[in-house]
């Protein structure tokens, strides 16, 4: 059973960066692609970016370009979301989601993490 | 990017009732690249459909997908109790892969 462990909540600073880990467990990493999606307070879902840790390069919602990094650590089956520039709209919950097929083919999620909130104030 | 409208906003029903969700394409989603998933609150998304209509592991078969090109329906057959909850439609067809704003599913 596939299991995907984020880390905790973080309270940050207009302005600043934040870094969200997933932890994967129970399956193979390499060759499923993981995507990271937000929620904001009582609103709705919204894709920001994945990668194949196998391939390694990430693919980001163009939203996001420029101050999102989507990273893949094979040796430990964790993948990272850092996030700059915080402003107040990104106060959410972000999840790490894994893809349910094999190496780059489109896919729905099959497994999601617990979910990180992440608050952004002065 | 493709934008999915989901109707109604707010579905009211009784346990036993049958549940439909409507979900919109802007533009046709290729090879019916279409989830369903469920969300309780304080969870994470639960899939439901992929592939428009295949049914996800461990998924009763009370729930079902359907369509093609820009329209597509989730049904829920019979309600159970714990079925009430908000459901996001999905493309991952084309990339940026976009979300429905979602149906809030109600006890009547």
């Known amino acids: 059973q596939v299991q995907l462990v984020q880390s905790g909540a973080e309270v940050k600073k207009p302005g600043s960066s934040v870094k969200v880990s997933c932890k994967a467990s129970?399956?193979?990493?390499?060759?499923?692609?993981f995507s990271w999606v937000r929620q904001a307070p009582g609103q709705g879902l919204e894709w920001m970016g994945g990668?194949?840790?196998?391939?390694?390069?990430?693919n980001y919602a163009q939203k996001f370009q420029g101050r999102v990094t989507i990273t893949a650590d094979k040796s430990t089956s964790t993948t990272y979301m850092e996030l700059s520039s915080l402003r107040s709209e990104d106060t959410a919950i972000y999840y790490c989601?894994?893809?349910?097929?094999?190496?780059?083919?489109?896919?729905?999620?099959?497994?999601w993490g617990q979910g990180t909130l992440v608050t952004v104030s002065s | 990017e493709i934008v999915l409208t989901q109707s109604p906003g707010t579905l009211s029903l009784s346990p036993g009732e049958r549940a439909i969700f409507s979900c919109r394409a802007s533009?046709?989603?290729?090879?019916?690249?279409l989830a369903w998933y469920q969300q309780k609150p304080g969870q994470a998304p639960r899939l439901l459909i992929y592939?428009?209509?295949s049914r996800a592991s461990g998924i009763p078969d009370r729930f079902s997908g359907s369509g093609s090109g820009t329209d597509f329906t989730l049904t829920i057959s019979r309600l159970e109790p714990e079925d009430f909850a908000v459901y996001y439609c999905?493309?991952?067809?084309?990339?940026?892969?976009?979300f429905g704003q979602g149906t809030k599913l109600e006890i009547k």
């Open positions: 989601a894994k893809a349910a097929a094999t190496t780059g083919k489109p896919s729905s999620f099959d497994y």
């Open positions: 129970g399956g193979t990493f390499s060759t499923y692609a």
């Open positions: 990668i194949i840790p196998i391939f390694g390069t990430p």
């Open positions: 533009q046709s989603i290729s090879s019916s690249y």
């Open positions: 592939g428009a209509s």
């Open positions: 999905q493309q991952y067809g084309s990339s940026p892969q976009t």
